[in-house]
């Protein structure tokens, strides 16, 4: 019986279990989060009673993170009336805040670090109501810088057998740890085993990860235009990102399979005294040095200048099949450059017959010049400056002493100017003198008293010479001027003074001949003046005198209308009476000019002065 009471509250405690063991929690919560380092990460946990006929008055949230060992750390207390704390002593006391809200509470983890990324628990303890749990995995992102790619600095030959180191990407600081791809063209490289290599080595920094990739790959020649870059993808909350590194260019060295021969100058055709450059150029890598050589010339010495072959001052000795090929073949001694060098020339000119020539006057001639030159020719001939032939033989027909001269041929070359020359010829007609002027002779009026100067001109080969015989004068010079304009002109001149009727002979003489000349001269009174028809200097003084007579007559037709105006002339018979013969004095002006025509033209003048008349009107 002493047992009783105890016996009484065990079976009080069963009901109360037994009636609580149908009382339930459903804790909610997010199976995994993601969130940036250094943000802030919240955690929701909801819950909710089911079986109970109303919500518990006390519930109590705890906190708890999975630790090593895979033992649980309380981090948090939490409960309905309003006691909230975070457990001291732990990684997170400093961080944590725990707010409710109507379905729940919410676990805010302030700066969040690389180490947070575990499990996070919520356990929900309603007492009667019953307990419940829930989990969340926490996952921490930290991108990584942009990835910095660096190619090799040397060349690389595609001799050598197998990959090549081409290029190194390194990525820093990620989490979770970031993957490099490799591009060449936008295109993927994947590994090959002989062709294509990636080395990959990792580091970390303060839980960061931090990648370097090395790109070994066996390159051709198309690579020396390829593109290289890496790819670095990484994780971030909710997506995967990538980010692509700069391109690269690597140096690819192959052998030279082709080779080009070129002359770079001048341009166009090339003459005797040009300087000439050839350029050779091969399509390997790096440039070869060249070795030029001259078909069927074994011993070839010419300066060269890496890929130039400069020849100075070249003739047409220089004409010929240049050729070059790389210093180092490659075991390949067929490959080689060609052209070949063609050196234009024009010799000096050849002129049949040579420097001076004679001919009779009257003879026919042909003069030829010819130049030999590797292009066609143009010939033109001169003569003091004028064209007078075109053609390598210039004709000259009928010889007179006008064809007398110096004859230049200049030949030049149509396709290529700057080669030209030139010869000369000169012909001299040989004859008896020939006067210039078609009268034999000439006849001549002059006053009294006057000098004239009368003129001879001689052409003929030898010179002639001249010679004067004058009747009826004895004072003149003679003066005798040899033209230098024409070498072969002969001229005098003599200056006479008409005293009376003159006869003057012009003699020009040489071995070949005589011809004269003669003037006639017919000296008049000083009261007249007489126009010679002749070549006489004297065609000013004439022009003189007429203008002077005009002027005389202006001036007399002035005076005259004058008094007639004031009435000193009376018109009609009384003014005829008063002009008679006995006005005339001997003050009277007669003007009288003859052509060479014969024709006189006589103008008389009289003054009213009362005077006296002339001998020559009695």
């Known amino acids: ?224 235009e390829a593109l290289f870059s890496c790819e670095v993808s990484f994780s971030v909350p909710g997506a995967i990102r990538t980010v692509e590194s700069n391109t690269i260019n690597i140096t690819v060295y192959y052998p030279t399979t082709m080779v080009e021969l070129w002359k770079e100058a001048p341009r166009g055709l090339v003459k005797e005294g040009d300087a000439v450059e050839l350029h050779c150029q091969g399509d390997g890598n790096p440039p070869p040095s060249f070795i030029f050589s001259r078909e069927q010339e074994v011993d070839f010495d010419v300066p060269v200048l890496g890929h130039v072959l400069a020849l100075a001052a070249v003739t047409r000795k220089d004409s010929a099949l240049y050729q070059c090929r790389p210093e180092h073949a490659d075991g390949n001694a067929e490959v080689r450059g060609e052209v070949q060098l063609t050196v234009h020339y024009l010799d000096p000119a050849v002129v049949v017959p040579k420097e001076s020539e004679f001919m009779i006057k009257g003879e026919d001639l042909t003069a030829s010049c010819n130049a030999l030159s590797s292009l066609k020719t143009s010939t033109v001939w001169y003569k003091e400056g004028k064209q007078v032939g075109k053609g390598n033989t210039l004709h000259l027909q009928d010889a007179t002493y006008d064809t007398t001269g110096e004859y230049k041929c200049e030949v030049t070359v149509p396709s290529l100017p700057a080669l030209k020359t030139s010869g000369s010829v000169n012909i001299i007609v040989q004859g008896g003198p020939q006067l210039i002027g078609v009268e034999q002779e000439v006849q001549l009026e002059e006053v009294q008293g006057m000098m004239i100067n009368l003129s001879c001109e001689a052409v003929g080969h030898p010179l002639p010479s001249i010679s004067w015989s004058i009747v009826g004068s004895q004072h003149w010079l003679e003066t005798e001027v040899v033209n230098k304009v024409k070498e072969h002109m ?118 009213v002065n009362g005077g006296k008349g002339m001998p020559n009107d009695k």
């Not at 008409?498 to 003037?519: L, P, R």
């Not at 006995?582 to 009289?606: A, Q, Y």
Request: net charge neutral; glycine share 6%; proline share 5%.
């Open 490 to 607: 002969a001229r005098s001149v003599v200056s006479v003074q008409v005293t009376s009727d003159i006869s003057a002979q012009c003699n020009a003489s040489s071995e070949m001949g005589t011809e004269v000349k003669t003037f006639s001269i017919r000296a008049v009174p000083r009261t007249t003046t007489t126009a010679p028809f002749s070549p006489v200097d004297r065609s000013g003084g004439i022009i003189v005198g007429i203008i002077v007579c005009l002027l005389l007559l202006a001036i007399l037709g002035s005076v005259l209308y004058f008094l007639y105006k004031k009435g000193k002339i009376p018109c009609g018979r009384s003014g005829k009476q008063e002009i008679n013969n006995k006005g005339i004095t001997k003050d009277d002006i007669v003007v009288e000019m003859k052509t060479n025509s014969k024709t006189e033209e006589t103008v008389l003048l009289k003054a």
């Open 1 to 224: 019986m002493a047992h009783g009471p105890f016996l009484w509250l065990f079976l009080l405690h069963l009901c109360l279990l037994s009636s609580n063991a149908w009382a339930r929690v459903e804790v909610t919560m997010h199976a995994g989060l993601e969130v940036y380092l250094s943000d802030s990460a919240q955690i929701p946990c909801q819950y909710r009673f089911t079986n109970v006929n109303s919500e518990p008055s006390f519930v109590v949230t705890q906190w708890f993170v999975r630790s090593a060992g895979h033992t649980r750390t309380r981090i948090f207390y939490f409960d309905t009336n309003a006691v909230s704390a975070a457990d001291n002593n732990t990684e997170y006391t400093s961080r944590l805040q725990v707010t409710r809200d109507p379905e729940g509470t919410v676990l805010t983890i302030r700066d969040v670090q690389l180490s947070d990324e575990r499990e996070f628990f919520c356990q929900v303890n309603g007492l009667e109501a019953g307990a419940g749990e829930g989990k969340t995995y926490l996952r921490v992102f930290a991108p990584p810088e942009a990835p910095v790619i660096e190619g090799v600095l040397t060349g690389i030959s595609v001799t050598k057998e197998g990959p090549s180191k081409v290029a190194s990407c390194e990525v820093t600081n990620g989490f979770p740890k970031p993957n490099i791809t490799w591009y060449r063209n936008n295109v993927p490289l994947t590994p090959d085993p002989g062709n294509v290599n990636v080395l990959s080595l990792t580091w970390e920094t303060k839980g960061l990860y931090s990648v370097e990739s090395t790109l070994e790959y066996k390159v051709v020649k198309e690579d020396r």
